[in-house]
């Protein structure tokens, strides 16, 4: 009871101080008002004393004469007094030391002079009045107690009726129904009905019980009736049992309470007169009874929804309805009288908020409020408590509304004057509300309003003292919207303008709380209230009914339906009908353009839907076979381009969405963002692209739109500012451009691991055109300050955000256009001249001023050794520029400009047209044709000004301090490769800039080599390309090869662009001499025969990656060439190796690989129609026989000869290279293992040696490799050229002197000799052997002769090119590559350029005696026709009589093979053919053979083996054989050509054309 403690001092001082302070306490607690609180503090005070006398600290006389004096104070002291002994008197009895009992006892007895005995009797237990001498014996006491006990409470009073008189009774009840209107008060009634009780002898209860009666019929007077029960009743529980008795009896079947009782009741409650816990029990139904209602009414509602998702037969439909029809009739019959909810309306009409809330609080969550009576009566309760604030903030201007007026109970809630007093009881009212406000639009639309009202007061009042109670009241109106607002609009009968005014509300929202909303609107509330959980399932029956039916062609009738459905529940019907697009992609059309009578509110549900299906956990975003993404996805992702683009939805949240999967490494979702550039922008990336449309890309933006797209996509303007808007509002254009920079390496290092080949690539293709489409986006859209603030620059890019270098220039590109244009704007306003001279340089200055930062960017993305080869201006030139940059698309603006002339003439001529449309039209189409023609006027200056800069740049753009084959590598390295695979333009862009190098004659750019490079090896470029980068490059290699097959395709084009321009320049080193370098020109046939090797390459590395069995490599070489088609094959026989081999695909893949199978057959097909293009070899470049050894090829090295060895070297290449990625005909049915050493194309001449056209590197490799081409294709082609009779007599004779000592020597050497080098000395030590044997018998080496046999030659080789066929070899030996690596170490040290003629010192020549048979064999060039001539005579004098001598040594060759022992037999059968078809294998080297063998595996092995051995044994003896005419004058004649050669060039190629005629 202590609530308060006296200080100990107080205690130990009493009698000093003590006691006045003890006073002086009391004296203030009596004084103080506290609503009864001062009681209990007084009564602390009184006890603490008391029990310090009762623990015997302070003395008993001294503490009574102080309460004695207290006594005074109150009136009331005294009982509050006994009350204390009381509890004392409890404590101390229950204490074991008699002591304290004692001191009780005695400051009791002290006391009895001021406490009446009276209340000490009431209050202290008998035993202490004993002790105390109050009474005499405590057990009589107890006795009389209950015997007046039981009078009073269990003797019945017979109470005689009839002493009562009908009378009064009448009387009281005139008494009560008089007119109250005058002065009469209840305080004149109350005496009348006194009078009346004792006159008559009426009971009192009686009399109460005719009061209520009266005033339950005179309802209206509360006022009066009130204040007279007040003033009469003495008990609350005694007029709480007569109204209870009241209740009870209309709680009899087929009764119903009046509404005026409860209307007393309700009036007694809320002026206390009663309490609600007493009358409660009398009110039926129970609690528990109403508990069971409302499950039994949940469930009810559940199994009505699932009737409505199942599918039931008809009959056992109509039965259902009719059992239906008769439970709803039953309950209408019998409508269920529940007292407690008659009395909640009650307190709810008089204002009496508390006690209702009380009773709600005893039912079920909205139970209540869902019989429509509460939820008017609790609406208009709400109405009155908001009304003032509703008048001051949320009446819209113009609206006058209706004044309310307010209720007389001063105990109802307070009208709200501010936002924070709706926390007090308005919220709470809401909350009971829930859902039933829908019964209610005006008041829903007044809360509405005073939320939008409070949102715009929370957006502006930034004070940090206010901003607690705004977050707490921001909190509250999110509530009243989540449990409040959305039910009751999904309760409402389709209600737009309802739906509308919400989304006045929350449009002010952000969306994270708006989408928190939504998702618990649609997820959770249908569940918890049965009229959601019925509405719920008719929203999904209705949605199923209009999406059965909705076509193309009733869009507007269904379209006005689902609108209508919308308005009110828009989650439930969304969420069908994403479902069914999921399934049915066509649906999407006819869905979309219905979609157009949703209000706001609709549309963003719809955003919001659509993000939740995306983000299902529960669907798989890839098919089942794992290699493509599932078709769900890509219909939502469809829609989503369609409907934002079409109607005005937010973005924010779908683009954070897409955002936020980035940022979690999932790239699947950008699909989406992907179809909503497309359709609100415009940009479509496709890399199926038409020429024309690539060529409307490099134009400006209105050719882009008119003619770059399949689709023409106008009105675009509105959806690409909204899209551009939502991305700038939100921050998020950057960050998704460097999140998809680096998710594209994410796909394949991070997301990869354990997907499919096939679905990595696919999600990098989209990774990356999302990216190009993206930015594309950015750039055309964003202005030029927005683009600058947002992009960093190419280092921060780089090196900070971890961007890739292609990415991040194509970011950085627009960027750079925009500076330099402003900035040359700025020049031009600064000084005003018009001269065209004055704009460029105007032009230049600007250009210079914007990239100097960025050359000095670019130098940290690489490093240090890379700028030797590259400056970092080139680097920077090369990325900074576009397509739009280098040419003007003249044909693309007259094709566009022409369409639109038609169109204007058919629109004249279209008589339909009303005159106005038809007006409109052709201003429509006028203005863009004017656009047009002014856009390409601005692209033609643009374009002069940018090559005039590039003029004064190229000089300054490579540099020399490393070799022109490092610097294009690193060109190919950093610049070209990663670019050509970046978009469709780039490609164009980059095979465009080469050539404008090219033009531009920069120096130090070797074109020849470039071009090589690309061509040569595409093999690993392919395999390691997706399918998108494929089409790329395919397209980059196309406009390489059309620039190529102009310059191919006619002398005086190629003599005008390439002849005198650096990139042919070819530079030949004598090494006899200090630094005489010699420049020369690559003539126009040499040119023709590099061009049939980059054919030939194509063709190689084409078979290799159709015959590997690997699907990306089959797949992106049938892409490259199906678009490379327009200018490869040209050559017959490489596209007949190529048909057959795409033929064997085509029977491969049919049933294994559907996608290939297609693929190759489309090629096929396309290939085939292209084969009356193609043209034999002879006719694609001119096949000219090598001339005879006996002309030592030393003497015809003339400057003019330069590129004959490049013709030779790419047949010998062929050959190589044929026979490391060929794979066995069909007979041997294997395949030989690639050598990969052999992949590495051969290189152009450059002025430093290192890879080139006739460089001594690429002489040595191709001599091994000839070596093994010449020996198959002897062991294919059994035919010999004729000779006479004599030479060949002569040859058998020497043969069979050296038989035997063959055969020893090949025993001795088989193990020692490597096979490369066993070939080359073969090759030499035959035609060594002729010249000598002619020599011998005196007669002169007859150039007539030689070009007979050639003739006869050049005719085998065709006849054998069609059987001849791809083949491998066996692989080289370790010895033999470890001798060409060395070689070429040594050659990039110290090289000699010249193809035809490697001039070294006698003793490099007598160990590698082969590096003479790779000496060119053709004439120079000028005496070119002459020898034509001479060949053409000669062939056809002999051509007769060599067919004859041909079949007469055939007959004697099978008769000595007969005569002689097999082995020697086949050894001169293959020495003769060796001998006779060495000149036919050199001229078929540069053909592609098809697809036949003529020869079986066992045979080939075996001819193989045999020459393998004789070339040991003749390899060896030409080696002890140092005395040779061939070798001999071929030394003599390089040295005299050393001298020559120093001399001039015009003496050494008349020399040299002497020699061959």
Not at 78 to 92: G, N, Q, R
Not at 673 to 694: F, H, N, P, R
Not at 1008 to 1021: G, M, N, P, W
Not at 1040 to 1053: I, P
Request: charged share 30%.
């Amino acid at each position: 009871m202590a609530t308060l403690i006296l200080p100990g001092e107080w205690i130990k001082n009493w009698e000093k101080s003590g006691k006045h302070e003890f006073v002086q306490l009391c004296k203030e607690l009596t004084e103080k008002t506290d609503h009864g609180n001062e009681t209990k503090d007084i009564q602390a005070a009184l006890y603490e004393v008391c029990s310090q006398v009762v623990q015997g600290n302070l003395k008993i006389d001294l503490v009574s004469a102080v309460l004695g004096e207290m006594m005074e104070l109150r009136d009331d002291l005294p009982s509050i007094l006994a009350d204390v002994f009381c509890i004392l008197d409890l404590e101390t009895g229950a204490l074991e030391e008699k002591n304290k009992r004692d001191h009780y006892t005695h400051l009791v007895g002290a006391c009895l002079s001021f406490v009446p005995e009276a209340i000490l009797k009431e209050r202290l237990d008998p035993e202490t009045l004993e002790s105390l001498g109050l009474i005499k014996q405590a057990h009589q006491f107890n006795q009389k107690i209950v015997k007046i006990k039981t009078k009073l409470f269990y003797k019945q009073q017979k109470f005689n009726l009839l002493r009562e008189e009908n009378e009064g009774y009448a009387k009281l009840i005139t008494e009560l129904g008089q007119d109250l209107s005058g002065n009469i008060t209840s305080h004149l009634v109350l005496e009348s009905i006194k009078s009346l009780i004792g006159c008559f002898n009426l009971d009192p209860n009686r009399v109460l019980d005719i009061i209520l009666e009266v005033y339950e019929s005179r309802s209206e007077q509360d006022e009066f009736f009130l204040s007279l029960i007040k003033s009469y009743m003495c008990e609350p529980i005694t007029l709480c049992h007569i109204l209870g008795f009241k209740f009870k009896f209309y709680q009899e079947p087929n009764e119903e309470t009046p509404k005026s009782l409860y209307h007393i009741a309700a009036a007694l409650l809320n002026h206390k007169l009663i309490e609600l816990e007493d009358l409660y029990v009398h009110l039926m139904p129970v609690d528990a009874t109403i508990v069971e209602e409302h499950k039994r009414e949940i469930s009810e509602a559940k199994q009505i929804a699932r009737k409505l998702v199942t599918v039931v037969l008809p009959s056992e439909k109509s039965e259902d309805k009719e059992k239906e029809k008769e439970k709803e009739e039953e309950k209408n019959e019998k409508p269920p009288d529940n007292q407690k909810l008659g009395l909640l309306e009650a307190l709810l009409r008089i204002g009496d908020w508390h006690h209702a809330q009380s009773i709600m609080d005893q039912m079920p969550s909205f139970y209540a409020t869902s019989h429509k009576a509460i939820a008017l009566a609790l609406c208009q309760l709400v109405h009155l408590t908001v009304e003032p604030l509703y008048r001051r903030a949320g009446v819209p201007k113009g609206a006058k509304g209706c004044a309310l007026q307010p209720l007389k109970n001063k105990r109802a809630p307070q009208p709200t004057e501010s936002f924070e007093d709706l926390r007090k009881d308005t919220f709470s009212m809401l909350c009971y509300l829930g859902p039933h406000l829908s019964h209610d639009p005006i008041l829903f639309a007044k809360i509405v309003r005073l939320g939008k009202s409070f949102m715009k007061e929370y957006q502006s009042d930034g004070r940090p003292e206010v901003k607690d109670k705004m977050e707490i009241l921001l909190s509250c109106f999110l509530s009243i919207a989540d449990q409040v607002l959305l039910p009751s609009l999904s309760l409402m009968e389709c209600n737009a303008c309802m739906s509308e005014e919400l989304w006045g509300l929350f449009k002010l929202f952000p969306y994270q709380h708006r989408y928190r909303l939504y998702g618990q609107w649609k997820n959770e509330t249908y569940s918890g209230h049965p009229l959601l959980v019925k509405v719920k399932a008719q929203t999904v029956e209705r949605a199923k009914y209009i999406m059965k039916r909705l076509t193309k062609e009733n869009i507007k009738q269904s379209g006005r339906q689902i609108g209508k459905l919308s308005h009110s529940n828009p989650t439930i019907l969304f969420d069908y009908m994403l479902s069914q697009i999921q399934w049915y992609d066509n649906l999407i059309v006819p869905v979309v353009d219905s979609l157009k009578y949703l209000t706001s509110l609709n549309y963003d549900v719809l955003a919001y839907c659509i993000i939740e299906a995306l983000a299902n956990p529960e669907k798989e975003k890839m098919k089942h076979d794992d290699t493509t993404l599932s078709l769900w996805l890509q219909s939502l992702a469809s829609l989503c381009g369609a409907v934002f683009r079409k109607y005005p939805i937010e973005l924010a949240g779908l683009l954070q969405y897409v955002t936020n999967q980035l940022k979690a490494g999932k790239s699947f979702d950008l699909l989406i963002l992907k179809e909503v550039v497309q359709k609100m922008a415009g940009i479509e990336i496709t890399d199926e692209m038409t020429s024309e449309q690539l060529e409307a890309m490099t134009g400006g933006e209105q050719l882009k739109a008119e003619g770059g797209y399949f689709g023409q996509i106008r009105n675009t303007k509105k959806s690409s500012q909204r899209l551009k808007d939502a991305l700038l509002d939100h921050e998020l254009a950057l960050p998704l451009c460097l999140l998809m920079a680096q998710q594209r390496n994410g796909v394949v290092f991070l997301e990869g691991g354990e997907k499919h080949l096939k679905l990595v690539g696919h999600l990098y293709d989209q990774c990356h055109d999302t990216l190009v489409q993206f930015g594309g986006f950015l750039a055309s859209n964003l202005s030029t300050e927005d683009y600058i603030k947002r992009v960093p620059s190419i280092d921060v890019l780089c090196n900070q955000f971890h961007t890739p270098h292609d990415a991040a220039f194509f970011l950085s590109r627009p960027m750079y256009a925009h500076q330099i244009l402003s900035k040359y704007e700025e020049l031009k306003k600064a000084e005003k001249g018009n001269r065209q001279q004055q704009k460029v340089t105007k032009y230049v200055a600007a250009c210079e001023q914007v990239m100097m930062p960025v050359h000095e960017a670019v130098m940290s993305l690489h490093p240090a050794r890379v700028w030797d080869d590259l400056r970092p201006q080139f680097y920077a030139t090369f990325w900074s520029l576009t397509m739009y940059d280098l040419a003007v698309p003249h044909a693309a603006y007259e094709r566009e400009v022409n369409k639109l002339r038609v169109q204007i003439k058919a629109i004249e001529e279209n008589s339909e047209i009303p005159l106005n449309k038809k007006k409109k039209e052709k201003e429509r189409c006028t203005a863009l044709q004017e656009k047009l023609q002014e856009e390409e006027k601005k692209q033609m200056e643009h374009v002069q000004r940018v090559l005039h800069r590039l003029k004064l740049e190229k000089d300054s753009w490579l540099l020399t301090k490393s070799t022109k084959n490092e610097t294009i590598t690193k060109f190919l390295q950093l610049c070209l490769f990663p670019r050509c695979i970046f978009s469709s333009i780039d490609a164009v862009y980059c095979a465009r800039f080469v050539e404008l190098v090219h033009q531009q004659k920069t120096p130090n750019f070797c074109t020849l080599l470039c071009y090589d490079r690309v061509f040569s090896a595409i093999i690993y470029t392919v395999a390691s390309c997706t399918e998108n980068e494929s089409h790329r490059y395919g397209r980059f290699l196309c406009c390489m090869l059309e620039t190529v097959t102009r310059w191919h395709s006619n002398r005086a084009v190629y003599e005008k662009e390439c002849v005198n321009y650096p990139g042919f320049l070819t530079i030949f080193r004598a090494a006899g001499f200090d630094g005489g370098n010699k420049a020369d020109q690559l003539d126009y046939e040499n040119f023709r025969h590099v061009v049939h090797k980059w054919h030939y390459m194509l063709t190689k590395a084409s078979v290799h990656c159709l015959e590997t069995g690997d699907y990306t490599h089959i797949r992106n070489i049938l892409i490259v060439l199906t678009k490379i088609l327009p200018c490869y094959p040209k050559v017959l026989n490489l596209g007949q190796a190529l048909e057959c081999r795409v033929h064997k695909i085509c029977l491969e893949e049919k049933d294994k690989r559907p996608d290939l199978y297609a693929l190759a057959m489309g090629y096929s097909g396309r290939l085939k129609s292209q084969k009356v293009h193609m043209v034999p070899e002879n006719e694609f470049h001119h096949k000219d026989q090598p001339a005879r050894s006996a002309t030592p090829a030393s003497q015809q090295n003339g400057p003019g000869s330069t590129g004959k060895p490049a013709a030779n070297t790419s047949k010998t290449e062929e050959g190589g290279f044929e026979d490391g990625d060929r794979v066995k005909d069909k007979s041997q049915g294997t395949t030989k293992p690639v050598n990969k050493a052999n992949s590495t194309a051969a290189k152009v001449t450059t002025s430093n040696g290192n890879g080139a056209l006739n460089s001594t590197k690429a002489v040595k490799d191709d001599k091994e490799k000839s070596g093994k081409e010449k020996k198959e294709k002897k062991e294919k082609t059994p035919g010999s050229t004729p000779e006479t009779t004599k030479a060949e007599s002569r040859r058998e004779k020497q043969r069979d002197e050296r038989a035997g000592k063959e055969e020893r020597l090949l025993r001795e050497g088989k193990e020692k000799t490597p096979k490369a080098d066993r070939e080359k000395v073969k090759l030499d030590e035959k035609s060594g052997k002729d010249d000598k044997a002619k020599a011998g018998n005196g007669e002169p080496v007859e150039p007539g002769r030689d070009a007979v046999k050639e003739s006869k030659n050049k005719e085998k080789g065709d006849r054998n090119a069609a059987t001849a066929t791809l083949k491998s070899p066996n692989p080289r030996s370790d010895s033999a590559e470890s001798e060409r690596d060395h070689k070429r170490r040594k050659l990039d040290s110290h090289s000699s350029p010249s193809h035809s003629s490697s001039v070294k010192d006698s003793s490099n020549e007598l160990k590698d005696p082969a590096t003479k048979q790779h000496i060119n064999f053709n004439s120079v060039a000028r005496s070119k026709s002459r020898e034509r001539e001479v060949e053409k005579k000669d062939t056809e004098s002999v051509q007769g009589r060599s067919k004859e001598k041909k079949e007469e040594k055939e007959r004697k060759e099978r008769k000595r093979d007969h005569a002689v022992n097999d082995r020697e037999a086949s050894q001169e059968s293959k020495r003769r053919k060796d001998e006779n078809g060495t000149n036919s294998s050199k001229n078929s080297q540069s053909t592609s053979p098809s697809c036949d063998s003529p020869l079986t595996p066992e045979k080939e092995k075996t001819k193989r083996s045999k020459s393998s051995s004789k070339e040991k044994a003749e390899s060896v003896k030409a080696e002890r054989t140092s005395s040779g005419g061939k070798k001999e004058s071929r030394h003599e004649k390089s040295e005299k050509k050393e001298k020559r050669d120093s001399a001039g060039g015009k003496e050494e190629k008349k020399q040299s054309s002497d020699k061959h005629r």
